[in-house]
């Protein structure tokens, strides 16, 4: 089954299922990087509100072997949570109600043309800020809505206001942390490890043993420090692991990580969620820097992940991020 048949096959259905309660319809969605991606949304009398279902990530799941309806009883349970749910929205109308939700996410400038010509943003270097509210009220939770430009529109303000909170709620609502390189790594192959078992076809023939999973994780590491210095690579993230790289924004985190190695900073744009920081004194130069920078995106990074192909700089005798030329 392809992707326009697996669709359609989940919208058939899924009405057929909500035939006297919802209508289920995919609407295109434009996300990071100008990508678009199909989301099925559920429209009722009986709520005001609808889930937003990405239909990429079924998909993947499907070419890997999870079964289709598998992925229809779970996506019929996600919609039937709020199918008949009614909540009041006027809070989002009140700037003072949401002044301390709002956040900072960093994005590509060049990449985000549609995009930013519907948010409100600031330029840093090659990239670009733009701002989003993070609700957990129920039945809310950890969801985010990007600010638009109607939105300062109807609250009355100004970009400045708005990058004013968003600088100061960002690093206590995200959270902040420098990792060393191992940690992450560890940390991604225990997750990509438990994905591939969820996604076997039969999942509850699959016992996850999370002590087995992280000693595997451990021994690979240890061939790697083979061939990999220790303790001169670094992450920069959020402690939720995402949208993190905005931090690089922040100079006094950067001045604190810099002070430890009394040196410059390389800073490479590992996604929108994480940069890795290298001491200068540790790193290859910054042509081989923007050379790897580059084979990642192209290679490893989703497309709506992609923060920037160029490498920059944290001068410590400044205080402040450079975009680095490279030659």
């Not at 929108?272 to 820097?289: D, M, N, R």
Request: net charge negative; proline share 3%; with cysteine.
């Amino acid at each position: 089954m392809d992707y326009n048949d697996f669709l359609n096959y989940l919208i058939s259905h899924l009405n057929d299922y909500f035939k006297d309660s919802a209508t289920i319809a995919c609407h295109k969605i434009l996300k990071n990087n100008d990508v678009y991606y199909d989301a099925l949304m559920a429209r009722s009398d009986t709520s005001n509100i609808s889930a937003t279902i990405y239909v990429n990530r079924y998909f993947e799941q499907y070419g890997k072997g999870r079964h289709i309806n598998e992925i229809l009883k779970e996506i019929k349970e996600i919609f039937e949570k709020n199918i008949n749910q009614k909540i009041d929205l006027s809070y989002l109308s009140d700037f003072s109600n949401l002044e301390s939700q709002i956040a900072i996410k960093l994005i590509n400038y060049e990449s985000n043309a549609k995009l930013l010509s519907l948010v409100p943003h600031i330029l840093f270097h090659d990239l670009a800020l733009v701002f989003y509210i993070i609700i957990n009220t129920p039945p809310f939770t950890n969801s985010t809505v990007l600010i638009h430009n109607y939105h300062l529109d109807k609250w009355q303000i100004n970009i400045d206001v708005l990058y004013h909170a968003a600088r100061k709620n960002t690093p206590s609502l995200l959270g902040y942390e420098i990792i060393d390189m191992d940690d992450i790594i560890k940390e991604f192959m225990i997750q990509d490890i438990k994905e591939s078992i969820y996604s076997k076809r039969y999942r509850a023939d699959y016992i996850i043993n999370n002590e087995l999973i992280s000693r595997f994780a451990d021994d690979v590491l240890r061939d790697l420090n083979d061939y990999i210095p220790k303790k001169t690579i670094f992450v920069l993230t959020g402690k939720n692991r995402t949208n993190g790289a905005c931090f690089i924004i922040y100079p006094e985190i950067l001045e604190r990580f810099a002070a430890n190695w009394n040196c410059d900073i390389y800073i490479l744009p590992s996604s929108i969620h994480e940069v890795i920081l290298i001491p200068a004194t540790l790193s290859p130069s910054a042509s081989e820097l923007g050379e790897m920078v580059r084979e990642i995106n192209k290679t490893e990074v989703a497309p709506t992940e992609r923060l920037s192909d160029n490498v920059y700089l944290y001068s410590f005798a400044d205080k402040a991020v450079n975009l680095v030329t490279e030659g």
